[in-house]
């Protein structure tokens, strides 16, 4: 009898804790060795979207030459791309939320396989500029990011979220190489015609390997404003312990350098003189670059140091790089700036996005990822016009003073705050 009562109690036990299970929805169920499998289709798809991406990258400016557009014109469709992705990074992410990562992730390759058609269709500059439209809801790697934070436990979060800059560096490479390859051997469209089907392609393995629910059920809710673009709940979201002190970190240190890459297809050419196939050379050692730091450093590191350690490491090493940009003198300099360069950037990428998310309820963890993915198209938006002013009156030694300055005042501030970032649990 006491066999059977234990047996009975065991099985109890089983059920509930089954029960317990299916409370937790999909990503509950998933397991371990699950859960991996997901994080590294997120991988793929991050590394295949941005390889498309690089692609038009580098064959938008022959295009819009071919079309008759000038460089004032073209600095217009860069701006309206800079634009539509800053207005839809917070969208996309309260998107996520409500609707699910892997919701958010279809949506961004298929809005992506538009934006490819479009392009294909472009003849005429009144079409080139309309192929910008889909990129409000073009976000492969902050919907990849919401897999991940999803899938994570906020103690594996930096190290994972660290990993998306390997496909950050296989995009730089593979779409810089492709594009050039392919406009040459094939003609100008020929990137956009396999952007088109890469993107398409991307959304069915969205759709058959993403599950669609990556979070605990418990840890969904619907939040009292679901209107996809709040002003509210963003200052809501700010008003968290250590949000709003680490978000103007992430938004001023890596700021002047935005500045100076928005400039640097100039620089290179008259400052370093380089041709155009030099400064391909050149990107694909930054993508190299960026794979060993994020594929082999970041992680490593945040599995050691606290992250208001590292974050505060990452402010520093950018005041050292400013004090190298402003001294450097030939394009052998710069690529000894780019390892400190590249580790700053990443560690500060990779950082502030950890800190952000854990800092805010589980539930909001989209809406966060958007807002920081709308730093760099902020940069993208107004850097044309800074960057211009600064490189006309003052030279290239400009950017890099201003990258001391900012960054040194960052980490004074590091010091003497004590910025108290909560964790938050599932709400």
């Not at 003609?187 to 390997?209: D, E």
Request: proline share 3%; glycine share 12%; with cysteine.
């Amino acid at each position: 009898v006491s066999t059977m009562n234990a047996k009975t109690s065991s099985e109890g036990e089983e059920g509930a804790s089954g029960m317990r299970n299916e409370t937790l929805g999909e990503s509950g169920r998933l397991g371990e060795a699950k859960r991996g499998q997901v994080i590294r289709v997120a991988y793929v798809i991050a590394a295949l979207d941005l390889t498309f991406l690089f692609m038009q990258m580098g064959v938008i400016p022959y295009l819009a030459k071919s079309l008759g557009l000038d460089s004032v014109g073209f600095g217009y469709l860069q701006t309206i791309f800079g634009v539509l992705q800053l207005v839809g990074g917070y969208i996309f992410g309260r998107f996520a939320d409500q609707f699910g990562a892997r919701a958010a992730l279809i949506l961004s390759c298929a809005s992506e396989s538009v934006f490819f058609l479009l392009m294909s269709l472009s003849t005429s500059i009144p079409l080139l500029f309309l192929s910008r439209l889909p990129a409000v809801f073009m976000h492969g790697i902050p919907g990849a990011q919401k897999v991940i934070t999803d899938m994570t436990t906020p103690s594996q979060r930096a190290g994972a979220l660290g990993k998306l800059g390997l496909c950050f560096g296989v995009g730089i490479i593979a779409g810089s190489v492709l594009g050039g390859v392919l406009s040459t051997k094939l003609g100008i469209y020929a990137p956009t015609y396999v952007g088109l089907v890469g993107s398409l392609i991307n959304v069915l393995i969205a759709m058959v390997w993403i599950p669609s629910q990556t979070k605990p059920e418990s840890d969904h809710h619907v939040t009292e404003n679901s209107d996809l673009f709040s002003i509210r709940e963003i200052l809501r979201l700010m008003k968290f312990p250590g949000v709003m002190e680490v978000f103007i970190v992430k938004v001023f240190a890596g700021f002047p350098i935005g500045l100076f890459m928005i400039m640097f297809s100039i620089i290179s050419m008259d400052f370093f003189g380089l041709e155009a196939v030099e400064s391909g050379y050149l990107m694909s050692y930054f993508g190299v670059l960026q794979m060993v730091v994020q594929g082999l450093v970041v992680g490593k590191l945040a599995s050691h140091c606290t992250e208001m350690t590292l974050l505060r490491l990452s402010v520093f090493v950018f005041a050292g790089v400013g004090l190298g940009m402003a001294l450097m003198r030939t394009v052998w300099h710069y690529c000894i700036i780019a390892v400190p360069l590249v580790f700053a950037f990443s560690m500060l990428a990779t950082i502030t996005d950890s800190i952000l998310t854990k800092a805010v309820p589980a539930s909001d963890t989209g809406a966060m990822l958007g807002i920081c993915a709308s730093v760099q198209p902020l940069t993208r938006t107004v850097g044309p016009t800074i960057g211009g002013v600064l490189y006309k009156q003052f030279g290239v030694s400009s950017f890099g003073y201003l990258q001391l300055m900012v960054n040194l005042g960052l980490f004074v501030y590091l010091l003497k705050s004590k910025i108290a970032v909560g964790e938050m649990k599932s709400q």
